[in-house]
């Protein structure tokens, strides 16, 4: 079974983590894959749809092994493949989904905030555990804090406990949470609501949001008019 498991249906890409045995983490090889997958490939998908094989793990995150014998240099090559990864799912023109099987942890649980949508499974466990393997969290557990709060933030980061998602959903992260055999069902009743728009108008939104996010709010009311205005042509 390949790593990175990648089918195109009706329109929506779906990008499954397959490596089920060991809770379906992520090597450096599939991140530049998925990375591929979501900045290219033909057609192009009306939505990405993140999700992981089996029914214990949407992903583990990075593989430890990817750790080993790291030094400065590969250290930092290490996370910038991460870094490219979370930014092109945060940055793509369509909607991205994640459909989060169970075990949602590091770089998987980054994914989970850098997507627009969040489904999980009742059974689902999130967490940024890098602090107890002796790394910080990092790239886009910056996110973090706008999903729960600066406290909640510091208390997942500092501990790196685990939490279900009833208590992600409380505090803000997930938009649906629901019994396991009925993730897909949800999963594909948000895709329905999602599908159809103008894709010039839905590319407008998503780079508003990344501008709401990043910039003052004076700057991205006016990038607002800028994508308005342009999407009437010239």
């Known amino acids: 079974m390949a790593a990175i498991e990648v089918r195109d249906d009706s329109g929506v890409r779906w990008i ?26 033909r057609p192009s998908p009306s939505a990405v749809v993140f999700t992981g094989a089996g029914d214990r793990a949407f992903s583990a ?14 250290a930092r090559t290490l996370i910038t493949h991460v870094r490219d990864f979370l930014a092109a799912a ?39 555990p890098e602090i107890k393997v002796g790394v910080p969290s990092v790239v886009d557990a910056a996110l973090l804090s706008q999903h729960v709060g600066l406290s909640m933030a510091k208390e997942m980061i500092l501990t790196g406990d685990l939490y279900s998602a009833a208590a992600m ?7 649906r949470v629901v019994p ?26 998503k780079r508003l949001f990344e501008s709401w996010q990043n910039t003052t709010l004076g700057a991205g009311i006016d990038a607002s008019l800028d994508e308005f205005a342009g999407l009437f042509g010239s």
């Open 180 to 205: 396991g055999d009925e993730l897909l069902a949800e999963t594909d009743r948000m895709l329905t609501r999602l599908a159809g728009h103008n894709p010039a108008v839905v590319a407008a939104q």
């Open 61 to 74: 995150g990075m593989h430890l092994d990817s750790f080993h014998e790291l030094d400065r240099e590969r």
């Open 169 to 175: 959903a409380r505090h803000g992260m997930l938009n």
């Open 90 to 128: 945060r940055s793509a023109p369509v909607p991205t989904v994640c459909a989060i099987n169970g075990h949602c942890l590091g770089a998987a649980f980054e994914l989970a905030l850098a997507c627009d949508i969040r489904i999980a499974a009742e059974h689902a466990t999130f967490g940024l």
């Open 16 to 41: 499954t983590f397959a490596r089920p045995d060991k809770h379906n983490a992520l090597t450096v090889d599939e991140l530049v894959e998925a990375t591929r997958w979501l900045t290219g490939g």
